[in-house]
């Protein structure tokens, strides 16, 4: 059997509802899967490592990136979020992670981005990777952060990066919007797979959808890496009750975000 070409992936958020996922399904795609979480992942399988670790502290995160050469980071906290709990960990945590990753030579990070970094468009607007971001939330507003993180650290210091606009990535849609962002937790693997495989990847916006013919997304100038998702949420359609009338829709619903762009003027 051959070997690995990446002797050692850091999966960030390994405990998370993503990184979880990655964690089974990317086993064997380096020599050794490292990770971590500010939460214990539990005990180290074979070809694993785990360490608890802070993103929000740079030391810390230096420790984490000796031996890596490709880092997965998908550590932060979710969409419905204040600013003053954003910023430690999708921020700062973000910038550590890329600027060790650089002091440690690592050769390519995956960052998960998400489609509140595009939530405002409307939509009736088809994106593509050259569409800039329109955040819709303090979460979203993190997510392009990162994003121009990842296109400084290429541009200045050819750190490749995939930067993917994460859907809805659970088991199944629930609801109308899902029906076009859904992304299956097998196609979440395969997207992640295709980014550590591509021989060169560069920097790319890339958009984490399953095969679904409602998507409001093109992922047609990255078709060089070879991701063909194989779940479609059409096959949902019929157990999802579409609002019987437009009266019943809320303006939010007109945008790519759906109902989240609400927040937090839905918590007060």
Same mark, same amino acid.
Request: net charge negative; hydrophobic share 35%.
């Given at each position: 059997m051959a070997q690995p070409r990446w002797n050692r992936i850091l999966i960030t958020? =390994?405990?998370g509802r993503l990184g979880s996922h990655l964690r089974t399904g990317l086993a064997g795609a380096a020599q050794v899967l490292r990770l971590t979480d500010i939460r214990d992942p539990g005990p180290a399988a074979p070809g694993e490592e785990v360490v608890v670790a802070d993103l929000s502290d740079l030391d810390a $995160?230096?420790?984490?990136m000796e031996g890596v050469d490709l880092v997965l980071h998908f550590g932060a906290v979710m969409v419905r979020q204040p600013w003053d709990v954003v910023l430690p =960990?999708?921020?700062i945590g973000?910038?550590? $992670?890329f600027e060790a990753a650089r002091r440690a030579g690592v050769k390519r990070i995956v960052y998960a981005s998400s489609s509140h970094a595009i939530g405002m468009y409307r939509c009736d607007e088809v994106l593509d990777a050259d569409s800039p971001p329109r955040p819709d939330t303090p979460y979203g507003l993190s997510k392009a952060f990162g994003e121009s993180l990842a296109r400084m650290y290429f541009d200045k210091y050819g750190i490749e990066a995939a930067c993917l606009r994460i859907g809805s990535c659970f088991e199944k849609p629930t609801d109308e919007r899902m029906l076009a962002t859904w992304l299956s937790h097998a196609d979440l693997v395969r997207l992640c797979r295709a980014c550590i495989d591509a021989p060169v990847l560069g920097y790319a916006i890339v958009y984490g959808q399953s095969d679904n013919p409602r998507s409001f997304w093109d992922n047609g100038r990255v078709r060089f890496l070879g991701y063909h998702p194989q779940d479609s949420a059409a096959q949902f359609v019929d157990s999802i009750q579409a609002p019987a009338s437009d009266a019943e829709r809320h303006p939010a619903d007109a945008l790519q975000g759906g109902r989240f762009v609400l927040y937090?003027?839905?918590a007060a």
């Open positions: 958020g =390994a405990c $995160v230096h420790r984490l =960990a999708n921020i973000s910038y550590n $992670v937090p003027e839905d």
